[in-house]
């Protein structure tokens, strides 16, 4: 005998997963009237989902089902979004959504023919795309680089914020009377004597249904396995690096380089970098982006920020000067043939599947709801399935490139370097202007001033805060917490939240990204922390010293889970700074 959970009615399908994709599957499935219980093993929306820049993208697909599925999702989310606010109200259902369009940046011939010649076959299925002509760019984005050969207007790409629409998307379907239980671990199925799946497997007891959806994005590969129905999903890391709040219309759009397309069709583990710019409604600027199969290895290799820093200063050269607040990480649903997975599992009745979006599943998230749905309840689909099925012939075989890449546009594979631990750095110059925390993220350390670090002799710049020398030198953490001795770098990057405490000169609890270094200067790892003290005159560090917010800035931890406000001594979890983590 197996316990069993207590409800007042089973639910008919229990979604695994409270991500973008498993919370539209909800939204849509209690919509058409299925009683639904939804399961996360953690806080609800808090893995990749809030890791995601919430873009809803149609300039980056080759035609074929990925982009099919892109543009009826792009045409779903704001009428969903409609729904959501006349049914819950504009307050629940507020997701900052903004249709800002979408710029793709070429820089040399290749690029931009290449470029031309990728838009040439998406419009003939539906996608608007723009070629400028050199006196149009500034009026789109007045900072873009001069040296941009073919900037594209893709004015249907939009964004969202992923936490909050996927809450907005919970929160309907509590309202129509299901359930979601964060905190919960699925751990397989149970199945008849026939073999259809009758229950979930939880740590508390058994879960009767009549259906499992499995949205476990990242992991949900590993979910498969212990439902007796493998699925060659895994996680690929992606980072981002998160600046200061800029002037509003500093940055307009979703602003990223022609071979941002090759780097998503790639199919090799090793590490692909190509630049991703844009601003969140709250100023802070966001960069990335980059694609590794590492497994589930949640490091920030310092190596890959230079990349990312070097990347944004070529296309935006004011982003020079400006200061990095932090940066996070997260894993993306990867599949072989960069396809998702969406339907029945022909070979576990009562199985299902919505998962390996991989970085485009909050653009995806409305219309992979709404096709999972359809099939489930015997709907018409709105969407030919059969490219999304679990038993396709390109989930069998070795991982191979996804097709429609133009040639030409194919991002850099980014490999080990003289000197690095990890990944190497992209040989892209940094862009001109004054040098300030993301130039300095790309050129790494150095300068005129001493210091040492932990017994190391280093080299800073005069302006350099401690938390910059730091991070161009390698180091994402230099305290750690009071209880678990847990690791921890800059996070807020002005002063406030207190996780980046170092030991100055023999002084503890010195904030970093305020403390300018001083030749001579002794720093060392801060083990726990005591509070500070309330600092003393106007502009005061916890050590007297008046600094600057800014400085090179690492969430240590990585994958930031949700949003909320920082501990005052930074050992809880970490929120996001007003940016989309």
Request: proline share 8%; charged share 20%.
């Amino acid at each position: 005998m197996h316990g069993s959970w207590t409800y007042g009615q089973h639910p008919d399908a229990v979604v695994v997963g409270s991500g973008i994709i498993g919370a539209a599957c909800a939204e849509a499935l209690t919509r058409r009237g299925v009683r639904v219980l939804v399961l996360d093993r953690g806080a609800v929306a808090s893995a990749t989902t809030a890791s995601g820049e919430g873009n809803l993208l149609v300039s980056d697909k080759p035609p074929g089902p990925e982009l099919d599925l892109a543009l009826a999702s792009l045409r779903r989310w704001p009428a969903l979004l409609a729904e959501l606010r006349e049914e819950l109200g504009p307050r629940r259902a507020a997701c900052e959504y903004e249709r800002k369009g979408g710029l793709v940046v070429a820089i040399g011939a290749a690029q931009s023919a290449a470029l031309h010649a990728f838009a040439a076959a998406q419009r003939p299925v539906g996608v608007e795309a723009h070629a400028l002509a050199p006196d149009e760019v500034a009026a789109y984005e007045p900072h873009l680089t001069p040296r941009a050969t073919a900037v594209l207007h893709y004015p249907q790409d939009a964004q969202l914020q992923p936490v909050l629409a996927a809450t907005a998307l919970l929160a309907a379907v509590r309202a129509r009377g299901g359930e979601v239980r964060g905190g919960v671990a699925a751990l397989g199925v149970r199945r008849d004597r026939h073999g259809r799946v009758r229950a979930v497997r939880t740590a508390r007891g058994d879960v009767p249904c009549g259906a499992v959806v499995n949205a476990c994005g990242p992991w949900a590969g590993s979910f498969a396995d212990a439902a007796g129905a493998p699925l060659p999903v895994a996680p690929r890391r992606g980072l981002v690096l998160v600046t200061a709040p800029l002037p509003a219309g500093t940055v307009r759009h979703k602003v990223y380089a022609a071979d941002y397309v090759g780097a998503v069709g790639a199919a090799e583990a090793d590490l692909r970098v190509s630049t991703v710019v844009e601003a969140t409604q709250a100023g802070t600027v966001l960069i990335g982006s980059s694609r590794q199969r590492v497994g589930f290895d949640p490091a920030i290799p310092v190596a890959v920020l230079r990349a990312l820093a070097r990347g944004a200063t070529t296309l935006f050269p004011l982003l020079a000067a400006v200061p990095v607040l932090r940066a996070y990480g997260g894993f993306r649903p990867y599949t072989p043939d960069h396809l998702p997975v969406i339907g029945p599992d022909p070979r576990r009745a009562g199985l299902w599947h919505a998962t390996g979006h991989e970085g485009a599943g909050i653009g995806l998230a409305a219309a992979t709801g709404d096709l999972l749905a359809e099939l489930l309840t015997g709907e018409p689909p709105h969407l030919d399935p059969a490219p999304f099925r679990a038993d396709r012939p390109g989930l069998r075989g070795a991982p191979e490139a996804a097709g429609g890449v133009p040639a030409g546009v194919a991002a850099v594979a980014v490999r080990p370097g003289p000197g690095a631990a990890g990944a190497g750095v992209v040989a892209m110059p940094p862009g001109p202007g004054a040098e300030g925390p993301v130039a300095r993220v790309a050129v790494g350390g150095g300068g005129g001033l001493p210091l040492t670090v932990d017994g190391v002799a280093r080299r800073a710049r005069p302006g350099d805060t401690v938390a910059t020398v730091l991070l161009t030198t390698g180091r994402a953490a230099w305290r750690t917490t009071r209880g678990g001795d847990r690791p921890r770098g800059v996070f807020c990057g002005i002063g406030v939240c207190h996780d980046c405490l170092v030991v100055v000169n023999g002084l503890p609890d010195v904030r970093a990204c305020l403390r300018e270094v001083a030749s001579g200067d002794v720093v060392e790892t801060q083990r726990g922390a005591v509070l500070p003290a309330p600092a003393t005159g106007a502009g005061a560090g916890v050590d007297g010293v008046a600094g600057r917010a800014g400085g090179g800035a690492v969430d240590a931890s990585g994958v930031v889970t949700r949003p909320r406000a920082a501990a005052v001594d930074g050992d809880d979890a970490h929120g996001d700074g007003g940016d989309r983590a």
